[in-house]
């Protein structure tokens, strides 16, 4: 079916407000990734679900990033009190489970934060 | 160990030509290694992947040579084209575990007409 899809495409909030992510992975794959791009970087990982699984929250920078994903489908990521440096390109992959390395990303939602 | 180093940051080729972007890795786990292509405002799409049993994959114009016992792998893109320009991101991870993947900085290529 459609790709990953991700909302909102941009997003641009205050220091110290909370924000929530969204991400529609592909019909049928079971992994979902969340990865953080920022400005000039590479891809950093962030947080990897696998069906009932529970994930792997080993990339999460503090505890103010936290992430859910509902009936195996779609994911929130979610950040509260926003600080500047949560400023990047948030992107969502997924790909259709265990040994089926590839991800496939979406477009990103892109978080400036004033 | 899990860092994926990436050279050169950018790289300006002209077009016929053929732009070699390279990486290495440290950590002798890491057994699937793909090539990422983003263009500015999309998310990365992948280009080509491989895994140490080769030394090498062909893929259209896209090239990965890889030298297991170096723990470096190389993109060659051949007949380099204008549309070609975008930043390319090698990765690398465990196909057992999390998967997720350790990616490079990336190189932004520019292929002039």
């Known amino acids: 079916g459609a790709g990953v899809s991700q909302s909102p495409s941009n997003k641009v909030t205050e220091k110290g407000k909370d924000v929530e992510l969204r991400c529609d992975p592909i019909?049928?794959?079971?992994?979902l990734y969340w990865y953080r791009q920022s400005l000039g970087q590479g891809l950093e990982f962030l947080i990897y679900?696998?069906?009932?699984?529970?994930?792997?929250k080993s990339g999460l920078p503090s505890d103010r990033f936290s992430a859910e994903r509902t009936g195996g489908s779609v994911s929130t990521l979610t950040i509260q009190r926003t600080q500047q440096e949560d400023s990047a390109v948030y992107l969502c992959?997924?790909?259709?489970?265990?040994?089926?390395?590839?991800?496939?990303f979406g477009p990103g939602t892109r978080l400036l934060v004033l | 160990q899990q860092q994926v180093k990436q050279s050169p940051q950018s790289l300006i080729v002209q077009k016929g030509g053929i732009p070699i972007i390279n990486c290495a890795y440290e950590?002798?786990?890491?057994?699937?290694f793909p090539w990422y292509q983003q263009f500015p405002g999309k998310g990365p799409a992948l280009l080509i992947a491989?895994?140490?049993?080769?030394s090498e994959k062909k893929e259209g114009r896209f090239t990965i040579s890889f030298n297991k016992s170096a723990k470096q792998f190389s993109l060659h893109i051949m007949d380099s084209q204008p549309g070609d320009s975008a930043t390319y991101f090698c990765?690398?991870?465990?196909?057992?575990?999390?998967?997720?993947?350790?990616f490079g900085t990336g190189t932004r290529l520019k292929v002039l007409a």
């Open positions: 992959a997924s790909s259709r489970g265990i040994l089926q390395e590839t991800q496939y």
């Open positions: 950590n002798t786990a890491f057994d699937y």
């Open positions: 990765a690398a991870s465990k196909t057992s575990g999390t998967y997720k993947y350790i």
């Open positions: 491989i895994r140490p049993d080769v």
């Open positions: 019909s049928g794959h079971t992994a």
């Open positions: 679900f696998q069906g009932n699984s529970a994930p792997d």
